[in-house]
Structures are given as structure tokens and as C-alpha cells.
């Protein structure tokens, strides 16, 4: 049991470990006294995989792959892959920075908050879906670009942080790769999240 107990704590060890967060310019401050935060999110730019493939690329190739072993679910996972955006990736980000951030100092975090006096622009550079296979698997992998702007004023960038290969995964079986990449959301948030009560209200 005991032994057990050790390598789940050196799983997730190894999970926390492997996000990489940092500052390139500015710093946490200016949230210091601020009671809202308006979120925006741009997949823009998003690359996918080691190859770096477009997002229109990655789409193409697996719709084709599943539809040749199985025709038709290529284009039933086409249509989910398209609405994860909105139903799983954006969600997750801010379920879990309101929880440990909006929550945490009052702050009300949420997407069109037009009265916000700053805006956090989350650009999603690239994702690594993952793979699971019962017993083996392979967790997500999310990059994502942070800027804090002027909501009045884009050109105003009060903070930019890179936050590189955050892991999405879950315990036990997850057999989708829209749920696996959530889970990295989920985790660069929560890292983003706590960082900011750190470091904002010293």
C-alpha cells in the first residue's frame, strides 16, 4: 500500500514539475485592488503536435485517419473538435481561475466583461492531445501565452507570461483527447490562478 502511495505522489510530482511558467514583461501589481477581469481567448496561432501543424492540418489528417479505420466517426470527432472550444477548453480555464483566484480575492473573472477595467488575451500556442490506451497512456500537453491589456487600450500590455506544456490528464481512463487537453487548461488556470494571489497582493 505504501509503495502504492509513493508512486502516486511521484505522478503527480512529476505532472506539477513539468509546467513552465514565465514572466516576459511586466509584473502582477496592477491586480492588486481590482474586482474584475475580463477574458478573451485566441487560437489564432494554435499549432498542434511535434510537427507543429496547423490547426486545419491536425483536423484534416486525424478526420481521415479515424474515418479509414471506422467510416463516418472521422466526421463525428470533426464536429465534437469543433465545439470543445466552447463546451470543454474555455470553460475548465475559467472554472479553475475563479477558483483560485476570482474566489479567492473577489474578483468576478468571466468572458465580455466590457466594465472590466483590464483584459487577460490567452493565446493558445500549441497542444499536444495525448494518447490513452488502458494500460498505457500519455497526458496532454497545453501551451498558452498570457497578456494583460488595457480593456480601452489593447496596445497597453501591463504583463505577458508564457506558460509552456501544462498536463492534462485524469486519474484512472480517459479516452478523450477533448477532455485530456481540458484537464491542461484546467491546470495552466489553476498554476495562473495561484501565481497571481502570490504574487499581486504581497
Known sequence: MKKITLIALLMVSALTMAQKMKVVKGDYKFLNGQKELNVEFNYDNLKLLKENLSEEQ??????????????????????????????????????????????????????????????????????????????????????????????????????EITSEEAPGDQWGNNFSNESRIGEGFAKSAKSLGKEIVKKAFK
Open 58 to 159: 491536425y483536423v484534416s489528417q486525424r478526420t481521415a485517419d479515424l474515418n479509414e479505420k471506422s467510416k463516418g466517426n472521422g466526421d463525428v470527432w470533426k464536429k465534437k473538435w469543433k465545439t470543445s472550444r466552447e463546451a470543454i477548453w474555455n470553460p475548465k480555464f475559467l472554472e479553475l481561475l475563479n477558483k483560485t483566484y476570482g474566489n479567492e480575492k473577489d474578483v468576478t473573472i468571466q468572458e465580455d466583461l466590457k466594465s472590466a477595467k483590464y483584459t487577460l488575451i490567452v493565446d493558445v500556442a500549441w497542444i499536444y492531445p495525448g494518447w490513452d490506451a488502458a494500460i498505457m497512456k500519455q497526458h496532454a500537453k497545453v501551451s498558452l501565452n498570457y497578456r494583460f491589456v488595457e480593456t480601452s487600450n489593447r496596445s497597453n500590455v501591463l504583463l
